[in-house]
């Protein structure tokens, strides 16, 4: 028997957690790997510098862009993608990538016709990644797909799950060992992890991205302290940073941390009961982990930052800090929940006065994109250009509906891509302001 490890009162009392003995009838699982034919052979996809291939841009989760965010847009399409929550969108080679709750992974070309819409066994949380002219996405039936970008034919599934084994979440049936945190690529390897808590085992692996087959795998950094039987639990979205692949690692492991070569887990452990660190993992609670915080540090030293409390509860306007004097560092805050700061924070030179809640952003040299809703406003959903020099509004244009969280993208023709937690996704292109396309 275990209480509630995550913090929070209105997400603690959704339950208690009871475990029972395994059955120990047989079980049929599928084959780990399951391939298609001509694995090499898939259409190249062209893809262009600026394209956004990952989940915010890049394997860092930086929310950055080379691409020059327009002067102004227009609506070009919009297409309704489903009837469940969709993920963040990505984009490359004129195509968008997008997939859903419903276990669906769709594409559509450059006038918002869809190209193609291939299925996998579970709900998908987190937006596919693209790479050598081909679509990675991971599935809460706990197995990873991959299909030809341009067709969206199935090439090989693995399944990072120890076995195949269902269980009711939250009125669906996905896997004791979801791949829940989306993956990444990485020079030829596709990196994911599987899991919810840590009692019932953390998977990661990572495998070759052309054939699918397993080239290292770690799975037992769910019993990082066995004296205490405590561990890394999978709660947030996969990246690489410094050299680590990283995710939230629930209660008592603040970041989940593994080396990129051999998946060894750079974590100690740590021999202690109680919890210390919060988490509101998105896939779980949707309603609770749509807010996005940022900090991000210029070339000047300013830093734009924009805070959002694990839960969605609390957040500070977004604003522009002025850069340290030499030998000074930004107070820290909690990875899960960036409200903790420590010490003194640092002057503003501007501040957002509209109090405005962000969902998402995308930051080029001198612009800002980001989209929302006022507090207390949630049914006047935006999409902004913001100035970072003086915070002011270049361009807003309304939506439908929030933005899902991270739900931005902009590809090498600087059209801006919106995924809307109505199922829609919609297209913003550039327009001159004497009304021509740039």
Known sequence: YW???????????????????????????????????????????????????????????????????????????????????????????????????????????????????????????????????????????????????????????????????????????????????????????????????????????????????????????????????????????????DGELRFLGGGVYEVARYDLSALRCLNSPKIQVTSQYRTAFYPYYPEYGRYQSLEHTRADGTTLCHDASYEGSVFTNLSLEAALPAGETRPRKEVSNWMQRRGKAPPQLWQDKQDRRCTSFIISDNQLLTAGHPDNAPDQSFLAAVNIDDGSDKWIEKLPALTVKGGLAIDARKRIYVAAENGQLLCYGPVESQGRSE
């Not at 049929?28 to 062209?46: K, Q, T, Y």
């Not at 819409?117 to 990675?136: E, F, L, N, W």
């Not at 990485?186 to 840590?198: L, N």
Request: aromatic fraction near 8%; include cysteine; glycine fraction near 12%.
């Open 3 to 241: 209480g509630p490890w995550m913090c929070g009162c209105q997400l603690s009392l959704y339950g208690n957690i009871a475990l029972a003995p395994a059955s120990s009838g047989s079980r049929n699982n599928d084959e780990s790997l399951i391939a298609g034919n001509n694995l090499r052979e898939v259409p190249s996809l062209d893809v262009q510098l600026g394209d956004w291939t990952s989940y915010r841009g890049d394997n860092a989760r930086s929310d950055v862009t080379s691409v020059k965010i327009p002067s102004n847009v227009r609506l070009a399409w919009q297409a309704t993608v489903t009837n469940e929550l969709p993920t963040a969108p990505v984009t490359a080679g004129g195509m968008v990538f997008i997939a859903d709750r419903s276990g669906a992974v769709s594409a559509f070309d450059g006038d918002g016709k869809r190209a193609w819409k291939s299925y996998t066994g579970g709900p998908i949380y987190y937006p596919p990644a693209v790479a050598h002219d081909r679509v990675y996405v991971g599935s809460a039936d706990g197995r990873v797909y991959a299909f030809a970008a341009r067709t969206g034919r199935f090439l090989w599934s693995y399944r990072v799950a120890p076995e195949d084994r269902l269980i009711p979440v939250y009125g669906n049936l996905i896997s004791t060992w979801p791949v829940a945190g989306g993956v990444v690529v990485h020079e030829g390897s596709v990196y994911a992890a599987a899991g919810i808590a840590h009692y019932d085992g953390t998977h990661v692996v990572r495998l070759d991205a052309l054939t699918g087959e397993l080239l290292t795998a770690n799975r037992d950094s769910g019993t990082l302290a066995p004296e205490v039987n405590g561990g890394v639990s999978m709660q947030g979205d996969l990246m690489i940073t």
